[in-house]
């Protein structure tokens, strides 16, 4: 079964500081695989997703992703760290269910806090 | 609207109450997704339309919960005899294309129910 396991459930980093949150992949397949924030008391946004046509993926507020398949991994990452990036994060995998359509399972989520 | 909008945005019920949460997909959106997010979780995989047919409802985790989207556009989730257990935020999605593995879902902010 595919499945995203995300390690460490909170990052802290200082304001302007590198940010790196990870997330491992499990797949017999080649994986749709994606990012998404949620601020509090509101959805998800989605940051950026891998499809395979890249394996460095940009998405919004300056965040990327970079897909390897040899380390089953995508993780998320930003150069500097600003005070508005503090949220949680999901990581997911688009997943086949029951015939055509396609579900995401979602990781555990890692709460980014940012210092000022 | 612009985005998904869900109602209510929180719920308080007595244990033993039934409840209904209501989502407004974006329009034109073919397919719906509900999500249950337990606190300190990522969100877990409900059920799916397309359109107005449930074609899977493999997440649901009990016969307490019924969904339906009658018309293919908004859609209600019901939830019977509600338990404690029952307490999460439940996550509305929509997306456009069908059977696509890499069709961004747009979420709702959530309606959070609490029961006592």
Redesign the interface.
């Known amino acids: 079964a595919q499945s995203v396991t995300q390690l460490g459930s909170h990052v802290s980093v200082s304001e302007g500081a590198l940010v790196l949150l990870r997330c491992n992949y499990s797949s017999s397949v080649p994986p749709y695989l994606f990012w998404y924030v949620q601020y509090p008391n509101q959805g998800l946004q989605l940051l950026l997703k891998y499809t395979s046509a890249a394996t460095l993926v940009k998405g919004i507020n300056g965040f990327e992703a970079e897909f390897k398949k040899s380390e089953t991994s995508f993780h998320l990452t930003k150069p500097s760290a600003h005070m508005s990036d503090a949220a949680e994060y999901f990581c997911a995998v688009s997943v086949k269910s029951g015939g055509s359509n396609y579900k995401l399972t979602f990781g555990k989520g890692t709460l980014l806090t940012v210092n000022p | 609207g612009a985005g998904?909008s869900q109602s209510p945005r929180y719920k308080v019920a007595k244990r033993g109450q039934d409840v209904a949460l209501r989502c407004d997909p974006i329009s034109g959106h073919v397919?719906l997704?509900w999500?249950q997010q337990a606190l300190?979780?990522?969100?877990?995989?409900l059920t799916?339309f397309?359109n107005e047919a449930q074609?899977?409802k493999?997440?649901l985790p009990s016969d307490r919960f019924f969904a339906e989207r009658p018309e293919g556009s908004v859609s209600t989730l019901k939830i019977q005899r509600t338990q404690q257990e029952d307490s999460a935020v439940y996550?509305c999605?929509s997306s456009l294309i069908?059977?696509?593995?890499?069709d961004?879902?747009?979420?709702?902010?959530?309606t959070r129910l609490t029961v006592l």
Do not use: K, M, W
């Not at chain 2, 069908?98 to 890499?102: A, F, L, Y």
């Open positions: 998904v397919s997704f999500y300190g979780q990522g969100p877990e995989f799916y397309q074609l899977d493999s997440g996550l999605a069908p059977g696509s593995g890499t961004t879902q747009y979420f709702g902010p959530g």
